[in-house]
T-cell receptor, first 112, second 116 residues
Framework: SQQGEEDPQALSIQEGENATMNCSYK?????LQWYRQNSGRGLVHLIL?????REKHSGRLRVTLDTSKKSSSLLITASRAADTASYFC????????????FGKGTKLTVNP | KAGVTQTPRYLIKTRGQQVTLSCSPI?????VSWYQQTPGQGLQFLFE???????NKGNFPGRFSGRQFSNSRSEMNVSTLELGDSALYLC???????????????FGPGTRLTVL
């Protein structure tokens, strides 16, 4: 069953603009991770934020986590055509194991 | 270090057949997880192995099985294939005790299975 739900399902922007994707989840988590998937390929880990963290940065990526609202957002600044991909949030639930529960993803298209 | 490798990359089978997919984790990684990805259901967890033991299992019928060898390589098997088993099967590995990195998983490129 899906834990995370990404919003929007699809997003189309121009190069240079910022892209914001949101993720909501249902149960308490240890951490939340964001992954990127280029068309039909394996997933690439982008960033992990722990339940006791509120914000994290990595290059052009900024992730926020609001555990009271059970939601997270991924911001990609100054987007590039190469950022075109699907982005997934994945949660590791409390009391769980090395198992991630993924949302259905946001398909981002960055137009040159 | 070499990444996670999966073989074969593409596979075409017919209904009723069985299939075995292979995954070699990153050297030193002992945990291997398998996921099924379909357009309708998204990414769904199949099972996770650690030190040759299945630690977790997702909500899939018994036709889906797996195992892990002493060198951490893993295989998954699907018997009596159905049309709905057509999917991208992804394998991921992670080292134990990643410290501040938590349970980041490293994914392979996947095996695209088509059932006709």
């Amino acid at each position: 069953s899906q834990q995370g739900e990404e919003d929007p399902q699809a997003l189309s922007i121009q190069e240079g603009e910022n892209a914001t994707m949101n993720c909501s989840y249902k149960t308490s988590i240890n951490n939340l991770q964001w992954y990127r998937q280029n068309s039909g390929r394996g997933l690439v880990h982008l960033i992990l934020i722990r339940s006791n963290e509120r914000e994290k940065h990595s290059g052009r990526l900024r992730v926020t986590l609001d555990t009271s609202k059970k939601s997270s957002s991924l911001l990609i600044t100054a987007s590039r055509a190469a950022d075109t991909a699907s982005y997934f949030c994945a949660t590791e639930t409390q009391g769980g194991s090395e198992k991630l529960v993924f949302g259905k993803g946001t398909k981002l298209t960055v137009n040159p | 270090k070499a990444g996670v490798t999966q073989t074969p990359r593409y596979l075409i089978k017919t209904r009723g057949q069985q299939v075995t997919l292979s995954c070699s984790p990153i050297s030193g990684h002992r945990s291997v997880s398998w996921y099924q990805q379909t357009p309708g259901q998204g990414l769904q967890f199949l099972f996770e192995y650690f030190s040759e033991t299945q630690r977790n299992k997702g909500n899939f019928p018994g036709r889906f099985s797996g195992r892990q060898f002493s060198n951490s390589r893993s295989e998954m098997n699907v018997s009596t294939l159905e049309l709905g088993d057509s999917a991208l099967y992804l394998c991921a590995s992670s080292p134990p005790g990643q410290g501040t990195k938590g349970n980041e998983q490293f994914f392979g490129p996947g095996t695209r299975l088509t059932v006709l």
